[in-house]
């Protein structure tokens, strides 16, 4: 064994722990720890070590009671499980603070025995994008995936838990997450809810027992329906029933063969015809009886639906019948004018008659159709949506739903979705809705923070609108020259002669080489011309920091080069955004829209770009990540994110004022150039040496001194770019 | 056209087309990929009796590329004609597929053959070819991928007739499927099925859902004995999109009706 690999002595870890937890301050004791690591092989005590210090920069507390637990549970659990545990006790740090963080490390053995849903089940995290795809693509009402407690639907969002391991093999789990997600999807597709749960079951001594045989008697009607519209999936469901059974064999559960009565059941709700009317009157006949649940069978939640089916039932019959006298509106129709055939004598007479709307069988089996005044019409995507909501719902679609709306006959507010105002979300209750939520890179954890960033989109109040017209009078020569310069990039059209490869033969090239070979002279190979194509294909996005230390000149300079910049850039065509950003804290990060991709450079733009003041901090991470998915949006060749700024990240008395900060937008960065984005910062920290090349890479910052000198730097980089 | 291309009418396409060519009026075809533009002007050139040429545009694609150029042949220039020079010439149809496609100064040469006009200036050859009667011009292009890098310019949209095409209602693509495929109605029915929840991802994360000319590729495959989720993967999934997640969702939709 070499020198390195001997395990430390019991003096270099009491040292190492000593400064580790800094027990002259916390008073945390560590002999324990020391005790318990130095009969430890070397790799073992720097694998606990590493770990520990990695739990550290979430909590002294978590990180110490790791040493202890970890430990005493070396035998029982594998490196991979241990991991997994320290990660997701941070995580629950991250979530609930510290005591149910402690729990995690504390309650090894629940840990132990959850392993195997961490190791083989399948968390809502990894299947929801898969899985929100999936029932999208199947037909109906759009439905929504959300984590729950349980396996149910409301009828409108499909809640499944944070991780689904009833079965072994996690591939059989997820098997099951997409089996409950379509018996859920059939359960809203084929008419499982319309039920009044209130009244249909009044007359049952046992309510809970009789909506736990409908439960089971529309499952056996939803699988047929499986059967028939999903084999495929029908087979799968099947089969991890079977492996589900098989299981609780081995296990010595007793399985009892199910009465009789069920299978005459099944019989009669198999027939495609068969309705929740058919399964309403059943239920009588199997009372009392074993129920059978396979394991596909989620929750029945009848005070959920309820609620979210009555709030959606009166909203959609506003909505659509608002949406209909838009339609009228749109197609021409118009109640206040008569039809052209009526004479204007009789004008008074007759009343005008409103267009009707009805929903009329296209043919046997091939669904419904809009009509209006007899002729079939092609309704929005988002009336045709609506329609298949309430035919969910009803059944069909009530005539009176069909009646547009009369001009003012409802409050707006009454069926446009009350959102919550993320501008007072500081003034009340606090609130999420509508924010954007970004994970955050803990560089000594080396992992992720997950949802860590709430992240806001505010509106921008207007500032002077004069503003703009003084920085182009003062710097009216600066612009000029600016102008050139950009212009000198602008590429056009031109015809390259004399090439030695095009899309053309040059004529007069040819004569000349012809010339020459009967001459004697050797022939020149450039005979062609090529047309030089001008095809400039950049985006940029400017990231402009808003923080409170960019008051005074700095906030100046900031908006006097984005007025250049924008005089210019207009010049060269390309497309361009302008976002400011800010905040306080993680909860309140803040993106200004100054001007978006599609705004035009008109004056409401100048006046956002007057109104760019100093506001809070420089939590630039999540900035970069918020900016950089907008830039992705954008059609272009070269995307380029230009962050203008004063100094490095900071945030108010936070973690992010440490090289945390700085390995975090490291990171946002690296994962911008991942998708091909170009980044650039301009800084006016005379620092920024220190920490810039780090984050940015040697050659992708510059810092300045003067606000002239800040378009000129864009142009270099445009230049470096596109040349 | 020789043989009869196999087409079955949507709409009014077929008076429309055959209204506008006896008024010389170029037309332009709009609607998704694999719809069924490109079978129905092979159709239209067989029923008209005319020579149709093809050509499917591209950034690269210049004015000499359609017009004709001078090319060298035993220390002689010659002058070749393009595609479109050639249609006017024999009073064809020159068909233009995916517009947008090329360039904008491209596709300024076809104006003076889209209006009253119809002629076509050689510059090179110092020549101004009227179009014969029988010519007619059309042009298609797939509304869905409009980009502000990828429009149809006025001045070149407001010379046409269009023409909107969009997936045949179920019945009919049926039909297509069967007659195209030869596959059997079960699996016909699947293939529709797939369609329909691929169409209704569109926007949510797939451009376009499977065409028409998708579920013939993947029928042709399952009747050639492929297995048909391998065919669908093959011939749907991974022709749709090149997002994993999106691609391993269309597969769980596969897997749930094969």
């Not at chain 1, 060749?637 to 900071?650: A, H, N, V, W, Y």
Request: aromatic residues 8%; charged residues 30%; contains cysteine.
């Amino acid at each position: 064994m070499k020198a390195t690999e001997q395990p430390y002595a019991y003096a270099t870890l009491l040292e190492r722990l000593e400064e580790l937890y800094e027990v002259e301050f916390t008073w945390l004791k560590v002999e324990q720890l020391v005790q318990g690591l130095v009969n430890l092989d070397r790799n073992t005590q720097d694998f606990i070590l590493g770990w520990a210090e990695r739990l550290l920069t979430t909590n002294v507390y978590i990180s110490h009671e790791f040493i202890i637990r970890v430990v005493e549970a070396l035998d029982r659990l594998e490196r991979r499980v241990i991991e997994a545990w320290a990660v997701h006790a941070a995580d629950t740090f991250d979530q609930q603070g510290l005591r149910p963080a402690l729990a995690v490390i504390q309650q090894v053995d629940s840990f132990l025995e959850s392993a195997h849903a961490h190791a083989e089940g399948v968390a809502f995290d990894e299947v929801e994008s898969i899985l929100s795809t999936f029932v999208c693509g199947l037909s109906g009402r759009r439905l929504k995936l959300a984590q729950g407690e349980s396996v149910y639907t409301d009828s409108e969002t499909l809640y499944l838990p944070n991780i689904t391991a009833k079965l072994v093999k996690s591939k059989d789990n997820f098997l099951l997450c997409k089996a409950q997600v379509a018996f859920m999807w059939a359960q809203t597709r084929f008419g499982s809810f319309r039920v009044d749960f209130a009244t249909a079951f009044a007359d049952y001594p046992d309510r809970e027992q009789a909506l736990a045989a409908f439960h089971a008697l529309d499952t056996l009607r939803l699988e047929a329906y499986m059967e028939r519209e999903l084999p495929g999936l029908w087979r799968d469901m099947q089969r991890i029933e079977r492996l589900r059974l098989d299981e609780m064999r081995e296990e010595g559960v007793c399985n009892t063969p199910l009465h009789g009565m069920w299978e005459t059941c099944r019989g009669v709700l198999h027939t495609p015809s068969a309705t929740i009317e058919d399964v309403l009157a059943l239920v009588p006949q199997v009372l009392g009886l074993p129920i059978p649940q396979p394991v596909y069978q989620t929750r029945l939640n009848p005070d959920a639906v309820t609620a979210c089916m009555l709030a959606r039932m009166e909203r959609e019959k506003i909505l659509l019948r608002v949406k209909l006298a838009e339609l009228v509106k749109e197609m021409g129709f118009d109640s206040a004018q008569p039809p052209e055939d009526v004479e204007e004598g009789e004008e008074e007479k007759k009343e005008v008659t409103p267009p009707e709307f009805e929903m009329r069988e296209v043919q046997e089996g091939q669904g419904m159709e809009l009509v209006l005044d007899d002729k079939p019409i092609a309704p929005p995507e988002d009336v045709k949506q609506l329609l298949t909501s309430i035919m969910l719902d009803w059944g069909d679609v009530p005539p009176e739903f069909l009646v547009p709306a009369g001009d003012g006959e409802y409050d707006p507010s009454l069926y446009q979705k009350e959102e919550k105002d993320i501008e007072d979300v500081w003034k009340g209750i606090y609130h999420e809705e509508g924010a954007f939520l970004y994970r955050e890179w803990d560089f000594a954890r080396q992992h992720y923070r997950k949802n860590w960033c709430v992240l806001r989109e505010l509106e921008l109040p207007p500032g002077d609108p004069a503003y703009v017209d003084k920085v182009l009078d003062k710097y009216q020569g600066m612009i000029k020259h600016l102008r050139r310069t950009f212009e000198a990039m602008r590429d056009e059209n031109r015809l390259l002669k004399r090439q030695s490869q095009g899309d053309d033969v040059d004529i007069d090239a040819l004569v000349e080489a012809l010339a020459d070979s009967r001459d004697g002279s050797e022939m020149s190979d450039k005979l062609f011309q090529h047309m030089h194509r001008a095809d400039r294909s950049m985006a940029v996005m400017f990231m402009v920091d808003m923080s409170g230390s960019t008051k005074g000149w700095i906030n100046d300079a900031e908006r006097e080069a984005l007025v250049m910049l924008c005089e210019v850039l207009e010049k060269l065509g390309d497309r361009y955004a302008i976002y400011g950003f800010s905040g306080i804290g993680r909860k309140r990060c803040e993106i200004y829209r100054i001007k978006a991709f599609d705004d035009l450079y008109n004056s409401a733009t100048k006046a956002r770009i007057a109104g760019i003041v100093p506001k809070d901090y420089t939590r630039l991470g999540v900035a970069i990540r918020h900016l950089t998915e907008k830039l992705n949006t954008v059609e272009a060749k070269t995307r380029l994110l230009i962050t203008l700024s004063d100094g490095k990240p900071e945030d108010y008395f936070d973690i992010y004022n440490t090289q945390y900060g700085i390995e975090d937008t490291r990171q946002a960065l690296f994962e911008a150039r991942r998708t091909g984005i170009h980044p650039f910062c301009i800084t006016i920290d005379q620092r920024g040496k220190d920490y810039l090349p780090h984050m940015y890479g040697h050659a992708n910052w510059v810092e300045i001194d003067d606000v002239k000198k800040l378009p000129l730097k864009v142009a270099d980089i445009y230049r470096r770019l596109t040349s | 056209m020789e043989k009869e291309p196999y087409y079955v009418p949507v709409n009014n396409e077929i008076t429309l087309f055959e209204a506008a060519y006896a008024n010389h009026l170029p037309l332009l075809l709009k609607g998704p990929t694999g719809c069924g533009k490109t079978r129905f002007m092979e159709y239209m050139a067989w029923r008209l009796r005319r020579p149709m040429i093809t050509v499917s545009c591209h950034d690269d694609l210049t004015t000499s590329d359609l017009v004709g150029r001078y090319l060298v042949k035993n220390g002689e220039t010659v002058w070749v004609d393009g595609p479109l020079t050639r249609a006017v010439r024999s009073g064809g149809i020159c068909y233009l597929d995916e517009i947008v496609e090329a360039r904008k100064d491209t596709m300024v040469v076809i104006h003076p053959l889209a209006d009253d006009r119809r002629i076509m200036p050689i510059e090179k050859l110092g020549q101004l070819l009227e179009a014969p009667d029988s010519f007619c011009l059309a042009i298609s292009y797939n509304p869905g991928y409009q980009s502000v890098l990828k429009e149809l310019k006025q001045s070149t949209r407001q010379r046409f007739v269009a023409i909107e095409f969009d997936y045949p209602k179920p019945a009919l693509e049926r039909e297509i499927i069967m007659h195209e495929t030869g596959l059997a109605p079960a699996v016909t029915d699947k293939l529709l099925k797939l369609a329909e929840m691929t169409r209704n991802l569109k926007d949510n994360g797939l451009e376009e859902g499977a065409s028409t000319r998708l579920l013939v590729h993947a029928g042709k495959l399952i009747s050639k004995g492929v297995e048909p989720r391998a065919a669908c993967q093959g011939a749907i999934a991974l022709a749709l999109t090149d997002d994993s997640d999106m691609i391993a969702a269309i597969n769980e939709l596969i897997g749930a009706l094969f």
